[in-house]
């Protein structure tokens, strides 16, 4: 079956850092688009960076030049390094996978960033 297991949250103090990973099981790695979201207490799920087959990244305003995601095809995984933290990003972090008309999700992993 597939599997996006997430790994590499905690409690990081502001101004910190985290890289999180995705390891991926049971689909074709390389040709599945790749992203991370994140829910914070109370708010709608974000997408907070993608990553195509090709190597092109995105990112929202709010994390644009603080977090960086990058993929290994040979590893099948897929990461997000967050410099810079602020209480802000406290939220769940899903990987997620995507190809034309399938997606799959992680269970997601908990970042705290403490004040």
């Known amino acids: 079956q597939v599997q996006l297991v997430e790994s590499g949250g905690g409690l990081v103090q502001t101004g910190g850092s985290l890289r999180l990973s995705c390891a991926a099981s049971g689909i074709i790695f390389g040709i599945y688009n790749m992203a991370w979201y994140r829910q914070a207490p109370g708010k709608q799920r974000e997408l907070v960076a993608t990553?195509?087959?090709?190597?092109?990244?995105n990112y929202p305003d709010s994390v644009k030049g603080r977090f960086t995601i990058s993929r290994d095809n040979a590893k099948y995984t897929v990461s997000l390094q967050m410099n810079s933290l602020k209480p802000e990003d406290t939220a769940v972090y899903y990987c997620?996978?995507?190809?034309?008309?399938?997606?799959?999700w992680g269970k997601g992993t908990l970042v705290t960033v403490s004040s």
């Open positions: 990553i195509t087959t090709g190597g092109s990244t």
């Open positions: 997620t996978a995507f190809s034309h008309g399938v997606d799959y």
